[in-house]
């Protein structure tokens, strides 16, 4: 046991507990920096960060030869490309590959199961019944099981009769300090409905189910209204509010809620109800999906993992692909004059592998997929809308760009790298096309996402706290040297 002797000097002038009672003053003296003619802080603390960075990052790398010696599953990836089993679920299956008896992977079509159903069944029936399907979906992803019609009307109602937010929610919570992000913004809020929760901790399954419920209801508004509050505050536009219909389905109130005239079509409505079904789950492993198994398994609130999930989805390697596939369209846009030439969108495709154009990440948003290695099935079914709107809204030069980018950037890829690497258009590719001829701001493209992807997450939250029951930790092994402690007076 370590023992402590304080030394405490006789005249320490430092601040003590109680002293500005003491002193009888209500504020603490302004400090001098903060004075007229003094550097304001943002001055100080620049340079500071810059500077002292350099330290921070000579001391955090980890050479890539240590990964190799420790055998450490780096991004939960196993030697072949497989992912690392940490669970089981009987929520969704993502199929992209086969493994055969040499332990390799091999490239398959790719399909997604949602229950057992595949997706691509879900929505073919629901264009055949001509009728809106995330309803049905959602219901699928939480009980497991298809809904006969008395069970899709009451949970469809359910649904519709809490779209409204808390009283006051939307004024409090969302147009006062809004975000340029609406993502951040969704996480605050839906951080924020715990205090209007009479048992926001309350883990038993009703429980769960009743908030989750209640959040599904109330996501279309929370997204709307916080882009309201953005485009009003960031952009100097108008604000429109619509309230929130209960016989309106998902889709539709979004498409009501954003629009300032509050109106749409049909096919529109249907369109994005498809688009909802198409990302409303994509297995335990995805990363939202995997912090929301993780969060739940130390049997933390709803709220707390649900926030946790929409930062996670934020990501541009993430869901936030999706926008970042609209900015990349618009940055080569900016840079290559006819879309249409061929030679020129190579130029632009290279630079931006090269790390010189968009954003400098090295990344074509769209492409690629950790599982997928032939092709998404949602990305397929997604380029199939796209085509026919293409036609419809006269985007035809747009609609070959997205697969021009899609055929011929593995290739680019292969030429730049020098390695082969499957690159499948991922879901964004096709999605980001869908949402801009709908007219759906970029803004809420990622929200929307999130909108979709609560039903997986509420179902997967449910299922780590009914089969999960194990408080997820992996390790991490420690390279660093140990060393004396060298006392203050002795550093350099
Ligand atoms: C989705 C994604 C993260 C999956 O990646 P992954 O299969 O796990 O592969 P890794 O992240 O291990 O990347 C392997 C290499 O391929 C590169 N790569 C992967 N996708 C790429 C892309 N779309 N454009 C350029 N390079 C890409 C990576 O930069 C990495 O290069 P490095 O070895 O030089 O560091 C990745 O493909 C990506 O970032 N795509 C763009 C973002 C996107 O569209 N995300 C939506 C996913 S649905």
Known sequence: MISFKLNFKKNDDSPKPGDLKKNGKSKPEKSKGAQAGTPRKKDILIPYVENTSKTLVKNNGIENDLYVKHDVKRGLRNSNGTGVVV??????????????????????????????????????????????????????????????????????????????????????????????????????????????????DDLSIPNVLRQSIELMGHFPPLVSYAYQAKKSYFDNESMHIHNPLPELSTAENILRMTRPTGEFTKLEARLLDISLMLHAEHGGGNNSTFATHLLSSTDTDTYSVIAAAIGSLKGPKHGGANAAVLNMILDLKKNVKDITNHKDVEKYLIRVLKGEANDGSGLIYGLGHAVYTISDPRAAILKGMAKELAVDKHLLDDFMLCDF??????????????????????????????????????????????????SGWCAHRMEELIAGKRLIRPAYICVQKNYDYTPIGKRK
């Open 405 to 454: 980018i899609e055929k011929r950037a593995p290739s680019l890829y292969k030429e730049v790298k020098g390695t082969d690497k499957p690159m499948p258009a991922n879901v964004d590719l096709y999605s980001g096309f869908v949402y801009n001829a709908l007219n759906i701001p970029i803004d809420i493209s990622t929200p929307l996402f999130a909108t979709a992807r609560l």
């Open 87 to 200: 669970g089981l679920t009987r929520i969704g299956a993502v199929d992209g590959y086969k493994i055969n008896e040499k332990n390799e992977k091999v490239a398959v079509e790719g399909k997604l199961y949602y229950r057992g159903y595949d997706v691509e069944d879900l929505v073919k029936n629901v264009i055949s019944e001509d009728r809106f399907g995330f309803e049905e979906t959602s219901y699928l992803l939480l009980f497991g099981e298809l809904p006969n019609k008395k069970q899709l009307a009451e949970f469809t109602e359910l649904l519709g009769s809490h779209r409204e937010l808390p009283v006051g929610f939307a004024r409090d919570m969302i147009m006062t300090a809004p975000s340029a992000n609406i993502m951040n913004k969704l996480a605050r809020s839906v951080l924020a409905l715990y205090s209007y929760d009479p048992t926001p």
